[in-house]
């Protein structure tokens, strides 16, 4: 198991860090295959119907979804984990490279927490409206109910593409975490800290590539900036917690991915299992609020 010693005192001090090198190639190899494999499925469906005329087969994972989306931006609807729910992405959750950088922060009762995203962030010049990408300051603890205002839940955010100022990737405001839970809004883009009441702190650049972890606390502002390059970037954002503390979300499916003590309890839960539970919470009709505001 990898020393991230480091990396843990940056986070307690900042409340972030960019863990370099956590995953190898050969583990996120198979999300990338599966997420492609999404998107050409979307794209001959959408070709079947008549509503593209080219597949952009010969292009790559980052390049070939801008040009669909040129097409036409219903090859992203459906895009996200809990729609897919992907059998790959289902192992990935439980990879031990990156369930080892959890436990440093977290101890090893581990589940994962059912606020988890996947973003191909188009360049600004192909989609430059969507809210779901163009993402605002806020605090992740912005987006749980207040039932889990104890609960110790970090996010763990990963690039499948190269993350840079020009790509879109996140800023970051440092040493936030002794605030608290700011204010929030509902803004154009979603729930948002309001300026008038968001730290005056020096941004740091999360730029990142792939294989490299973002590791933020819930009371660390941040934001995405926009796409300017010609590649989308794609992201999984994802958090964990202390098992048996409150998701945040808990009409939606949070599970044991590693445990020290009941560790049939992750073998237990299955992807068929989570595939369920995503299916039954997507039908629930009741009004849930999951954001504060």
């Known amino acids: 198991m990898r020393n991230f010693s480091a990396e843990f005192a940056h986070f307690q001090d900042h409340g972030y860090v960019i863990a370099r090198n956590v995953l190898p190639p050969a583990t996120l190899q198979p999300l990338v295959a599966e997420f492609s494999a ?25 390049h070939r979804v801008v040009a669909l989306c040129r097409q036409n931006q219903a090859i992203l609807a ?24 959890v436990q440093t922060f ?12 996947l973003r191909a962030k188009m360049p600004s010049a192909v989609d430059a409206k969507s809210g779901f990408m163009q993402v605002p300051w806020h ?12 609960s110790n839940i970090i996010t763990f955010w990963l690039p499948l593409s190269v993350a840079t100022r020009e790509s879109g990737c996140m800023e970051i405001l440092p040493d936030c975490v002794a605030g608290g839970c700011l204010p929030h809004v509902s803004g154009s883009y979603g729930t948002e800290i ?24 819930k009371y660390t502002p941040h934001r995405g900036l926009e796409n300017v390059a010609d590649y ?42 989570w595939s369920d539970a995503w299916k039954a919470a997507l039908a629930d009709r009741t009004r849930h609020k999951a954001h504060r505001v």
């Open 38 to 62: 999404w998107v050409d499925q979307q794209a001959r469906d959408l070709h079947a119907d008549g509503k593209i005329t080219d597949l952009y087969e010969e292009l790559d994972f980052d």
């Open 78 to 101: 459906g895009m996200d984990l809990m729609h897919m729910r992907g059998e790959a992405c289902f192992s990935f959750l439980h990879d031990s490279c990156l369930l080892d950088l």
């Open 106 to 117: 977290l101890g090893p009762e581990i589940s994962c927490n059912p606020i988890q995203h």
């Open 139 to 150: 605090q992740d603890v912005g987006v749980t109910a207040e039932d889990s205002d104890d």
């Open 194 to 217: 309001p300026d008038d009441v968001l730290p005056q702190r020096q941004a740091i650049t999360a730029a990142s590539e792939p294989g490299d972890v973002v590791v933020m606390s």
């Open 232 to 273: 989308a970037r794609w992201s999984v954002d994802l958090r964990f917690h202390p098992t048996g503390q409150p998701s945040g979300r808990d009409w939606q499916p949070s599970f044991p991915v590693r445990s020290a003590d009941h560790p049939d309890s992750v073998s237990a839960f299955t992807h068929a299992h």
